[in-house]
């Protein structure tokens, strides 16, 4: 079975059952960098925040080093703070160290238990190593969190989780959720259109997909697997062979266009 993909805003992701990836939200983007001295003397909150900052910023460039560099110094102002810990659990994580990776996501889930990016982060990471009960769990507790501006994310996230324990009935009721706050996530789009077909709710499945092409610029192979068999299920033959030649062109190494193949030849 093919994986799915667990989502993360720093792009450290896995492939899974041939959907979409777990998303970690570590906060970080393009942004331009300089590493000051303080005209006057900065608080010691002050200053962590910026230690913290400059670390995030690295973090999303993949500069480990400079990003340890700077959460090191974080650390000797505040060794108890979850945020650093976290940012150092993903520093870990990219760089292999899965053992300090573990120890810091849990330290900063210790250090703050409310913290929801830390613990969709630490999914991520369970889901990474097919730890799925245990990321299920991190997930059920962030989206108890009203507040978490990543909410939607979080019900995908656990839905995708779901789908590897073979909880269709609880991964759709994820993705539904998620919808509910996002009616354009491509991914609980698919997902939800995907399971409308498995149980045989073809014009479910059909509306869900409809709205599924119209929110991504490029279907991925699953989608368009997914356009085949509607297709045929319909008896449109235009469709079909149009979403086939787009799958042959585009994915020709997939497991979704091997599945097609084989589909063809009637095995």
Not at 98 to 103: F, I, M, P, R, T
Not at 228 to 253: C, K, M, T, V
Request: with cysteine; net charge positive.
């Amino acid at each position: 079975m093919k994986a799915l993909p667990f989502i993360r805003i720093s792009r450290i992701g896995i492939a899974l059952r041939g959907v979409a990836l777990l998303v970690l939200f570590a906060g970080t983007g393009c942004v331009t960098h300089t590493e000051t001295v303080f005209t006057d003397p900065p608080s010691p909150e002050r200053a962590l925040e910026k230690r913290v900052g400059l670390a995030r910023q690295y973090i999303g460039e993949g500069n480990w080093e400079d990003a340890k560099r700077n959460l090191k110094a974080a650390a000797r102002i505040d060794p108890n703070n979850a945020e650093v810990h976290e940012a150092f659990a993903l520093v870990f994580q990219s760089t292999g160290e899965q053992e300090l990776a573990e120890e810091n996501f849990k330290k900063a889930i210790r250090l703050d238990k409310k913290f929801s990016r830390a613990r969709n982060n630490y999914a991520a990471f369970l889901f990474s190593q097919a730890r799925f009960e245990e990321a299920e769990q991190q997930l059920e507790a962030v989206i108890k969190d009203p507040l978490y501006s990543a909410r939607p994310q979080a019900f995908v996230n656990l839905g995708l989780c779901r789908l590897q324990l073979f909880d269709n009935t609880g991964a759709e009721e994820a993705f539904v959720r998620a919808l509910s706050m996002e009616r354009t996530n491509s991914i609980a789009l698919l997902e939800t259109a995907n399971l409308r077909f498995e149980a045989g709710d073809y014009p479910a499945a059909e509306k869900y997909y409809g709205v599924y092409r119209t929110a991504v610029r490029q279907q991925s192979a699953r989608g368009l697997w997914l356009g085949i068999r509607l297709a045929r299920q319909n008896g449109d033959h235009n469709a079909e062979s149009s979403y086939a030649l787009a799958l042959r062109n585009w994915f020709p190494q997939s497991a979704e266009f091997q599945a097609f193949k084989r589909m063809q030849s009637g095995e």
